[in-house]
C-alpha cells in the first residue's frame, strides 16, 4: 500500500531518498509519522459538517458508528474516507490503549501494534465500516483495549 501524502512529508522534513520506505521515514521520526497519520483531513471535514468533535477519544469512534453513511453517495471519495477512518481508528488505539504503538511496513502499510504484540489492520477495518457499516469502529477499539 502506497501512502501518497508522505511525499509531502518527506519534502518538509528533507528526506534525501525519494523511493525510500516509509517504513525508514517511521524510524526516523517516528512522532512526525503518527502526526501525520492523525491527520485524516477528509474525514475530519465531513465529520465535522454534522458537529462530531474528533478529540482523539473513544467516545468519539461511538459518535461516528452513529452517523449517518453519507460518504457511501460518493463512490470516488468512499475509499478515502474509509483510509481516513482506519487511520483515526488508530490513531485513537495509540493515543488511548497503553502500549499501542503505530507499524509502518516496508510496503507504507500502517497497522497499529499492541503490547500483546497483535497487530490490528486499522485501514482495512475503517474501509470494512466505511463500506458496510461493520465492525464499527467502537468495536475494534474495545477489543484491542481489553488484550
Not at 512526525?32 to 465535522?48: D, H, I, P, T, Y
Not at 459518535?63 to 475509499?79: H, K, M, S, T
Not at 503505530?102 to 482495512?124: D, F, M, T
Request: net charge negative.
Amino acid at each position: 500500500m502506497n501512502i501518497p501524502f508522505l511525499d509531502n512529508w518527506r519534502k518538509r522534513h528533507g528526506s534525501e531518498v525519494a523511493d525510500e520506505s516509509p517504513a525508514a521515514d517511521f524510524d526516523r521520526d517516528p512522532d512526525g509519522v503518527s502526526e501525520l497519520l492523525s491527520e485524516c483531513e477528509l474525514l475530519r471535514a465531513r465529520v465535522e459538517e454534522s458537529g462530531v468533535l474528533l478529540d482523539d477519544s473513544p467516545r468519539s469512534l461511538q459518535e461516528l458508528d452513529q452517523l449517518p453513511p453519507r460518504w457511501r453517495d460518493d463512490p470516488e471519495e468512499l475509499p478515502w474516507f474509509g483510509n481516513d477512518a482506519g487511520l483515526y481508528l488508530g490513531t485513537v488505539i495509540v493515543r488511548n490503549v497503553p502500549g499501542a504503538r503505530w507499524q509502518v511496513w516496508p510496503a507504507g502499510g500502517p497497522v497499529v501494534r499492541l503490547a500483546s504484540g497483535r497487530e490490528i489492520q486499522v485501514v482495512e477495518a475503517g474501509l470494512d465500516w466505511a463500506m458496510r457499516g461493520a465492525p464499527e469502529l467502537y468495536q475494534v477499539y474495545a477489543e484491542a483495549a481489553e488484550l
